[in-house]
């Protein structure tokens, strides 16, 4: 499947998949803070995902490393937009300005993965009964 891209930044890096991995490196190349204090990694690359298809953004393993939490576990990619990743501060959240020294992510390194994939086209039926699953615990009131 050929998917276009457009570089939003000089730097950006085409992704690309390391052998025998199922999602594509993403690399960040700028770094800015939003209004709740989540560190923002830019990719400086925007896509075009082809219709019934999803692009997921996924947390690099190197994020064990770091005192970095991702806020949405999976990203959901919009079409012609850049695509970014935040993550909060485990370590200073208060502070974060405070980032230094490979608690975070500097420019140019992996940030996560893409993954694109098709999806299917859900529709719901309203229904007064459903099957019951033998795996799920009752829940009540009273276990909260």
Known sequence: MKVKIKKLHEDAVIPKYAESNAGMDLHCVHRGWDDYG?????????????????????????????????????????????VMMKFSNTGNPKEPWLYTDGKIYEMGERIGQ???????????????????????????????
């Open 114 to 144: 893409l993954i694109i994939m098709p999806y299917p086209q859900i529709e719901f039926v309203l229904a007064d009964e459903l099957v019951e699953s033998s795996d799920q615990p009752e829940c009540t009131n009273e276990n909260l």
């Open 38 to 82: 989540n560190i923002v990694y830019f990719t400086g690359l925007a896509f075009e995902i082809p219709s019934g298809y999803v692009g997921l953004l996924f947390p690099s393993s190197s994020l064990c490393k770091k005192e970095l939490s991702i806020t949405n576990s999976v990203g959901v990619i919009d079409s012609g937009r850049e």
